[in-house]
């Protein structure tokens, strides 16, 4: 069964098509990658998906049903959540709150039940706490819960990013250039974390990155944009090999970066 299934996307902007007759098939419980330069339409896509700009073309299929025409409230709460190219934090909230605050979709509790601290306010704020620190201690800031988001170093913002996003319980995690400004150390971490989320919780992930030797590294299935469109997909050794993906993107000096070995990661 296909968890995601893109048809015919396609996206203007004025006369511009940032992506044109796109199709992509996302299988469950894969890792999966989108690359190309940049403004190639990659993170305009992931805006398709997630409902921010609907598609003027085309069908987005998620478990059967369709996306198109649904706000994004409403496709975070059908099991998508994804994260952003620049950090999109709460500067100003904690660690813990930034969590909380992705749990939103997902509570049932009214404003009377908050106003008057109901049986069942009080049992979600319980349980959305025990998340919270459970989504810290998986992404190793357990000790920084309470320590205002701004204040944390870069790469711990990025894993705070994601794990707001896994609040939200996705069936389908879209993560949009997670390594960006990493040091080498931190990218390591990240694509363990990347893996052990699909690994050990079982969520599909989709990841747009410019990092190869990660891309390499964790992926299953590659797909390639170029001005919109779809170029190239395949394996990791297919796309390394395809002289139209070397000459649009990885460059003829490109000799296909190996993925990090067990002791690197």
């Known amino acids: 069964m296909t968890l995601l299934h893109a048809n015919n ?65 409403k496709i975070a709460c059908l099991g998508i959540s994804r994260t952003y190219q ?24 009214t404003v009377l039940d908050a106003v008057f601290h109901s049986k069942r306010f009080e049992h979600e704020e319980r349980q959305s706490v025990d998340r919270a620190l459970e989504l810290l201690e998986r992404i190793g800031l357990a000790a920084l819960g309470d320590t205002l988001a701004c204040n944390l170093p870069y790469g711990a913002q990025r894993r705070l990013e994601i794990a707001r996003a896994l609040a939200g319980n996705p069936k ?20 363990a974390l990347i893996q052990g989320l699909r690994d050990t919780l079982g969520i599909t992930i989709l990841l747009i990155e410019h990092d190869m030797r990660l ?39 490109y000799a296909g970066e190996s993925a990090p070995s067990e002791s690197e990661r």
Request: hydrophobic share 40%; net charge negative.
């Open 86 to 109: 620049n950090i999109r934090l709460f500067g100003q909230m904690t660690a813990i709150e930034n969590i909380l605050v992705g749990q939103q979709p997902l509570l049932k509790a």
């Open 172 to 191: 389908l995690l879209l993560l949009d250039e997670p390594s960006a400004g990493m040091n080498p150390q931190e990218t390591r971490e990240i694509m």
């Open 215 to 253: 891309v390499m590294g964790i992926s299953e299935w590659i797909t390639v944009l170029n001005y919109g469109k779809k170029i190239a997909e395949g394996t990791p050794s297919d796309i390394q090999q395809n002289d139209e993906v070397i000459e649009a993107y990885l460059g003829r000096g």
């Open 9 to 73: 996307i396609t996206k203007k902007f004025g006369g511009l098509k940032a992506v044109h007759n796109f199709d992509l098939s996302i299988e469950p419980n894969s890792i999966s990658s989108i690359i190309g330069p940049n403004g190639a339409g990659k993170t305009t896509f992931f805006n398709c998906i997630s409902g921010y700009n609907p598609p003027d073309e085309g069908d987005i299929i998620f478990l059967g049903k369709q996306l198109v025409g649904l706000t994004p409230d």
